[in-house]
């Protein structure tokens, strides 16, 4: 769990077989899917869907410093 700006999320970190990648996906105190960064093995790229138009940018940029951390092929070796 992590809290910004008042406001309390939590975070689960997974993996997309489908999509050939690892996500991190994020939600409020609710349940309430509030953004998903995910991490594509296919073209090493990562991109942020927003399921909602007020996120807190700290959030956002908490959520790409640990999808920097965790979701990459090289910080997944470290995790290991």
Not at 38 to 59: C, G, K, Q, V, W
């Amino acid at each position: 769990m992590i809290e910004i700006a008042g406001q309390n999320y939590h975070a689960v970190i997974g993996s997309d077989l489908d999509r050939d990648g690892m996500f991190l996906e994020v939600t409020d105190g609710a349940s309430s899917l509030v953004a998903i960064l995910f991490y594509s093995d296919r073209n090493s790229e990562m991109t942020l869907t927003a399921h909602r138009p007020d996120i807190p940018l700290a959030l956002i940029e908490w959520m790409v410093d640990e999808g920097k951390k965790r979701l990459s092929p090289t910080a997944r070796q470290i995790v290991s």
